[in-house]
């Protein structure tokens, strides 16, 4: 189908201000370009609670935000760690605050959201490092969480969607922790390729080759493969012994092939899995609620997914 005619509105604004070339400009612009998109979140979906917390890390403490949904019944929850998007260069946990709260408020669960360490003053496999020791420390201490640990999933969305895939790799090769869930929202998976969304839709839909190149290139040290599975989870050897995974993209993404590729992977595998792509919606639609509605309706559909899940 076409381009949402809102969502055509919105590209349309954004080209008439001539944004630069991607790889033109430096990462600070990079954070604070995403930080005013993340200003059209809308209204923030309301939660009972906001605690902001510690966790031990590989490099000293890391940060994390909890939600805790409205109207929660019991002490322990089902419970959903969180990687924001960003590129793994940009982003924050209050850039994507309204991200976390839809989560904890449509799935009925208590969202952790992460602070792991970018790039490039923390290059790879840095974040990746963060995000396995969050989802470990979590799920060993899930209680003080006010989690439940039978019911704790991962979910990442764009770059975040990156770091959830590749850890819950990390964390089914070692076999603990056991996860209930694996979310990915419009991810990145495969860094190492061009799929015919990438070429399809190269520039003017948000996200752009462009933007991919540029946060690739300071996220990944010289020499680096882009093929390395830690960076490109779609390229894993094997993926079997995954957590039942809901896999969400948008038709206009670029992003769009590879998180097909993944679910068709995982149902070779014989994972359990769903997938859809939303139509006629953009990368990150869904952290923009207040130029694109239909951002609503999606977490209304993932939200009862996640409950379902973690019941």
Do not use: W
């Not at 959903?80 to 976390?100: E, N, Q, S």
């Not at 998180?259 to 919606?281: I, K, N, Q, W």
């Amino acid at each position: 189908m076409p381009l949402d005619p809102r969502v055509k509105r919105f590209l349309d604004v954004l080209a008439a201000g001539k944004p630069p070339n991607a790889l033109e400009t430096s990462v600070e612009q990079r954070r604070l370009g995403l930080a005013e998109l993340m200003k059209l979140g809308g209204p923030e979906p309301a939660v009972s609670r906001v605690e902001d917390r510690t966790l031990p890390g590989p490099a000293g403490d890391i940060a994390v935000r909890i939600y805790t949904p409205l109207d929660a019944a019991g002490e322990l929850l089902p419970g959903l760690v969180y990687f924001h998007g960003g590129g793994l260069v940009a982003g924050t946990v209050a850039t994507h605050d309204c991200i976390a709260r839809a989560l904890a408020r449509s799935g009925a669960c208590r969202v952790v959201s992460v602070e792991y360490r970018l790039a490039p003053e923390h290059p790879f496999p840095a974040a990746l490092d963060d995000a396995l020791a969050a989802i470990t420390y979590i799920a060993a201490q899930a209680a003080g969480f006010g989690i439940d640990a039978a019911r704790l999933g991962i979910c990442g969305d764009s770059a975040g969607g990156t770091l959830a895939a590749a850890t819950t790799q990390a964390v089914a090769r070692i076999g603990s922790p056991r996860l209930a869930l694996q979310l990915l929202i419009c991810p990145i998976l495969d860094y190492s390729r061009s799929t015919d969304s990438r070429r399809e839709l190269a520039s003017g839909y948000l996200v752009d080759q462009a933007t991919l190149d540029h946060d690739l290139l300071h996220y990944a040290p010289p020499g680096t493969d882009p093929s390395d599975p830690r960076i490109s989870p779609l390229r894993a050897a094997a993926v079997e012994g995954l957590p039942p995974t809901l896999i969400h993209t948008a038709e206009f993404d670029p992003l769009r092939d590879e998180g097909r590729d993944y679910f068709e992977r995982l149902t070779r595998a014989h994972s359990e899995v769903s997938y859809t792509c939303h139509p006629g919606m953009i990368h990150l639609f869904y952290g923009l609620g207040a130029v694109i509605p239909y951002a609503r309706t999606a977490f209304e559909q993932i939200g009862g997914e996640i409950r379902a899940a973690l019941a």
